[in-house]
């Protein structure tokens, strides 16, 4: 596979396709969002459901925690463990199905975000997770880039594989047009 260049930066075919894969989940997410009134983007379900403001938050706090910028930096001893990998594999069945998947406290949204900002941050985000993918190399490919607070560490593959079914889990919970 050959690497494919973005504005003097690469990044590798396998990390290329995941990645198109979450922004186009990304967009979908915010044309939705687009279509909702104000009333309605803050409009809860129910009491235990977010708003759909709510929910671009959450991912938004979820996807800041892969690319930074306060992320700690990795253990120099971090290894992607069998942990990792059964995880990765266990929570994009659970989401892939729609069972309903607790959230650690730290990703819940706080509802005191208006759109804009929330796709500002969403944009800076990306922004440094595709530079954190730019800097993986085929003989890096398997050293984890980020630390789950469940799953430990983890590469890009996975990083990307999650970030996707976290999209499509959360995508089903906005309201239809």
């Known amino acids: ?29 915010l044309r939705v969002l687009g279509a909702l009134t104000e009333d309605e983007l803050r409009e809860r379900p129910s009491p235990s459901d977010w708003s759909p403001l709510g929910i671009p938050e959450h991912i938004v706090l979820v996807e800041e925690w892969t690319s930074g910028p306060s992320e700690e930096p990795l253990p120099e001893n971090a290894r992607v463990l069998l942990k990792g990998r059964v995880f990765v594999a266990f929570a994009s069945r659970f989401m892939r199905s729609g069972v309903r ?10 509802g005191h975000h208006d759109r804009d900002s929330l796709a ?3 944009d800076l985000s990306r922004d440094l997770l595709k530079a954190k993918l730019q ?17 430990g560490p983890v590469n890009a593959c996975q990083v990307l594989a999650l970030l996707e079914v976290h999209m499509i889990y959360h995508l089903r919970q906005l309201p239809k047009r």
């Not at 050293?143 to 607070?149: G, L």
């Open 120 to 122: 500002q941050r969403w």
């Open 1 to 29: 596979m050959v690497a494919i260049e973005h504005k003097g930066k690469y990044m590798l075919p396998q990390l290329e396709e995941p990645f198109k894969t979450i922004e186009c989940l990304k967009s979908d997410m």
């Open 135 to 151: 800097d993986v190399r085929k003989e890096t490919l398997n050293q984890p880039i980020a630390m789950h607070p469940l799953a």
């Open 101 to 110: 998947v607790p959230t650690d406290p730290s990703a819940e949204p706080s």
